[in-house]
């Protein structure tokens, strides 16, 4: 399949559930992402779509910005409107790759139009790496099923298109038609993972484990997958429910399920609870799960488990969400949006996490039933350091909380499509 048969056919499949006008390109300047930005340029301009493009530079190498301006050229002279984006926030703490990363989808997300659909230029290389790191790090069906194609967040739709392109392919594509690419020297650097597992790939090929093989079994663990979360949303509704945000199981009847599939279901509780992109990993999954049935406590993920009376309770962690702000417009902890009266004349209102000083201000919080952790970590709205209503902690004053969280409700959310 050719690079443009490739991304016509990603386009038409997206096309069948989503109305597509306007691609935003992420352009880094090397060879997958320039192939993907002449070939979405062609393919907008025959079918009068607009095509933007973003290049994001970390500040990590000094010649990101002489590679982000060349990309701003070509963009120029395809007729692509193009901006650099910039990622100032590293502190030298963390792993650099993955908060890179993560920084990149979000300068990207919010930089894009409206309503736009972002094209991402990963190829069955990349999905392949990617397994092999799963692997490595001893993921299950979920971690090593295929890397998605299609899928929305931040009111984005994400399409990568060229999953089923060797990166070869596209560099003899490039050749053939005398475009030019920049080869970031970081992928020959064997510090990181995805370099050694590349180098690895190449070892392997002769033994018959190649990117192909490995796309096919991910497909299989894919579908896999698919079928462990139909039980898994099945078992949910006779086992958990939700309130207040938080996510309850009838302790004896999960633990009653079968070890993957209590395991999926408390994983995905932490995720929709903490709106994760990704699952725990399941070392700490599992010692977090051991830790709430020896002591009626464990964190992971920025959420709070408890067991109390027949129930396991998984939560918001207050610490988590404890310097967390957002206006009242806003949605606050990426699920919570509050409505009320309009704050007086030069008064600015705020939302946070109510915490122990607002909780203190709320006599009938315990007529609400909730738990205190609970109440803890949920929002309210304050003026300065005073607390104006905390709709969940009896104290609404005009106010109403609506949980909004962005994947929908805990149960159709346990099915990845």
Known sequence: MTPEEAFGA???????DHTIDNLVVAVSGGGDSMALLHVAQAWGRAQGKAVSALT??????????????????ICADLGVAHRTLDWPDWDGQGNLQAMARAARYDLIADAAPAGAAILIGHTMDDAAETFLMRLARGSGVDGLSRMRSTWTDRGH???????????????????????GWIDDPTNDDTQYDRVRMRQALDLLAPLGI????????????????????????????????????????????????????????????????ASAAYRPRRAALVQAVRDVTETGRATLGGCLLTAKGGRLRV???PKAVADLRASPQSIWDNRWRLS?????????????????????????????????ETLLASPAVFAGDRLVAAPLAGHPAGWRAELCPPRGDFFTSLLSH
């Open 56 to 73: 994001v530079d970390h500040g990590l190498r000094d010649e990101a910005a002489t590679e982000a301006a060349r990309v701003a050229e």
């Open 340 to 372: 009320g009266p309009d704050a007086p004349s030069g008064q600015v209102l705020a939302v946070r996490a109510l915490g122990a000083g607002g909780l203190s201000d709320c006599p009938d919080w315990r007529e609400t039933g909730l738990p205190r």
């Open 210 to 273: 190649d990117a192909e093989r490995l796309t096919m079994t991910a497909q299989a663990m894919t579908e896999a997958r698919q079928a462990l979360e139909h039980w898994a949303e099945q078992a949910a509704r006779g086992t958990a429910w939700t309130e207040a945000g938080d996510v309850l199981f009838d302790r004896a009847k999960v633990q009653a399920l079968p070890r993957e599939t209590h395991d999926r279901l408390i994983a995905h509780a932490i995720g929709w609870v």
């Open 315 to 317: 939560g918001r962690e």
């Open 10 to 16: 990603a386009l038409a499949a997206a096309q069948t």
């Open 157 to 179: 739709l994400w399409l990568r298109p060229f999953l089923t392109v060797r990166r070869a392919a596209l560099r003899d594509w490039l050749h053939d038609r005398e475009i």
